[in-house]
């Protein structure tokens, strides 16, 4: 079964700290894999896109890495900030049976603190 | 600002009313979806429109109605709905309606909450 498993569920961090969100995925075959953020109330906002072919790109204090063989991905916020608390979103477009299908992740709830 | 607007923000309607949600993009793109955000749940892709055409219905419960009259306006009709149908309805777009293309990126509304009592 096409999966996105994220962890954690969520976490807390003191404000100026890094932290690593994780996603695992099932989906294969694979095609791109897709972080978004979405603040509380809001809609989801996309931070980056990586094919297979890339295992790192980044958007400013966010980086995300891929790992296509093991099928994980993390992304990564350096010096966070309480703009930050927000749901992090890992989604995975994978070849389905009728076409390319993007599997949503559950999220991972950040929630920075001063 | 967000290219993609949505309304109401918020809706609280009962289970015999009839009601509509609106999307608007203003991004010049082709494509529109609705997807359903439950709490704590991941994101379910309801409809995509493609030039004005339905090209996927996801298995939608026949009391969402979806209704595109152009590549800019997107409306969800509502009616008989159930409690569980409460959730977080988001709009997007994308410029076209490969959803899943990696140079497909897909812009989001700020979402209508919807509360069925």
């Known amino acids: 079964k096409n999966q996105v498993e994220q962890s954690p569920q969520s976490l807390i961090i003191l404000e100026g700290k890094n932290c690593t969100l994780q996603?695992?995925?099932?989906?294969?075959?694979?095609?791109?894999l897709r972080w978004y953020k979405q603040d509380t109330g809001r809609g989801p906002v996309s931070l980056t896109i990586m094919t297979f072919s890339e295992n790192t790109k980044s958007n400013g204090r966010y980086t995300a890495t891929l790992d296509a063989d093991t099928k994980q991905s993390s992304l990564h916020i350096t010096a966070s900030q309480l703009s930050d608390s927000a749901s992090y979103i890992c989604?995975?477009?994978?070849?389905?049976?009728?076409?390319?299908?993007?599997?949503f992740g559950a999220g991972t709830i950040l929630r920075v603190k001063s | 600002e967000t290219g993609v607007t949505q309304t109401p923000r918020h809706l609280v309607m009962g289970m015999t009313n009839k009601k509509s949600l609106k999307c608007e993009q203003h991004l010049g793109h082709n494509a529109m979806y609705w997807y359903k955000q439950s709490a704590k749940k991941p994101l379910e892709l309801m409809f995509v429109?493609?030039?004005?055409?339905?090209?996927e219905n996801n298995s939608v419960p026949s009391r969402f109605s979806p209704e595109c009259p152009n590549s800019s306006h997107l409306f969800l009709h509502l009616h008989t709905l159930q409690p569980e149908d409460s959730a977080l309805y988001l709009c997007?777009?994308?410029?076209?309606?490969?959803?899943?293309?990696?140079?497909?990126?897909?812009?989001f509304g700020e979402g209508s909450w919807l509360t069925v009592v």
């Open positions: 429109y493609n030039f004005k055409e339905q090209t």
């Open positions: 996603c695992n995925y099932t989906v294969s075959p694979f095609s791109n």
């Open positions: 997007a777009s994308s410029q076209d309606g490969f959803e899943a293309g990696a140079g497909n990126t897909i812009y």
């Open positions: 989604v995975v477009s994978g070849v389905m049976e009728y076409g390319n299908k993007l599997v």
